[in-house]
């Protein structure tokens, strides 16, 4: 299995990787983790991936361009408009929703089917679905696996709908950035991985291997509030520079000036990614009629 690893702070890296089961996998040719640095990506003079967001708020929020960049490197091909959010689906493997199917591979929506060779494009970020135990066991499954690690206040949501094939979190928490998340990945799949443990029977009765199937009947977090909404919600979406790109327009209510219209849009899409990515969190986010 290949890794990629996109990230800003590309020395991050030379620790986490370099020890233990995942050092181990390596030396044996089992997985292959390559790092990549994003601001290789950028072109300007101060080789710039960040920039404010549109509608106002504090922080930085990473372009979409560079990301778009850095990927198509990796794959050789370049990611045009894809199907919209009416045609997502469900997957059994990651959930992907706008893939575009590798050269030679048998894909559904960029991530293999059982049996075929696939590729997933993972954002990782506060917003995304829960990384548990199961997911990891569905990217073995796979033969590449590109992790883009998130950075600042967020990451351009065109990134998120039209690259990524999913949007993962590691846990009910804000970090810094995706890096600690990705090297987390990268060490929860690469010990699944046929050979990486000396015992076969390890992966197997460790913990959370045996409650996979009884995940959904697990405990909802008593609180996730959203550092933006102060609310029991995910983040809402962000967008940056440019207003168009590749043909994907920023929200017309962000570039209006209206900041109730914006608090308003903002609000109902961090209730719309909520549901579709946390529903477990909706039952204590105890929404008003508005």
Not at 138 to 164: F, K, S
Not at 173 to 178: A, H, P, R
Request: proline letters at 6%.
């Amino acid at each position: 299995m290949q890794f990629d690893i996109v990230t800003i702070f590309p020395d991050f890296f030379a620790g986490p990787l370099d020890y233990g089961i995942v050092r181990r996998a390596r030396e044996a040719h089992l997985v292959d983790v390559r790092v990549h640095d994003l601001r290789t990506c950028a072109h300007d003079r101060h080789r710039t991936v960040d920039d404010r967001p549109f509608g106002g708020g504090e922080g930085m929020v990473l372009k979409p361009e560079p990301l778009f960049e850095a990927v198509e490197s990796l794959l050789g091909e370049t990611m045009h408009h894809r199907v919209s959010g009416e045609d997502e689906r469900d997957l059994e493997v990651v959930g992907a929703r706008h893939a575009v199917p590798l050269q030679g591979a048998t894909t559904v929506g960029g991530v293999k089917e059982p049996g075929a060779s696939g590729t997933a494009i993972v954002l990782l970020s506060a917003s995304g679905k829960l990384f548990r135990q199961d997911t990891a066991r569905r990217l073995t499954q796979l033969d590449r696996i590109i992790l883009l690690c998130g950075r600042y206040e967020g990451v351009d949501e065109r990134v998120a709908e039209h690259l990524a094939t999913d949007e993962l979190s590691i846990g009910d928490f804000v970090l810094s950035g995706g890096e600690l998340g990705a090297a987390l990945i990268v060490d929860a799949v690469t010990r699944l991985l046929p050979g990486a443990l000396g015992n076969e029977d390890s992966s197997v009765n460790e913990s959370f291997s045996a409650i996979e199937a009884c995940a959904s009947e697990a405990t909802p977090p008593t609180s996730h509030q959203s550092p933006v909404t102060s609310h029991l919600l995910l983040d809402f979406p962000h967008y940056t520079r440019p207003a168009e790109f590749r043909g994907w327009q920023v929200p017309e209510v962000l570039l209006g000036g209206n900041h109730e219209e914006i608090r308003r849009w903002r609000r109902e899409r961090a209730l719309e990614k909520t549901r579709r990515n946390r529903p477990d969190l909706l039952p204590a986010a105890s929404p008003s009629e508005e």
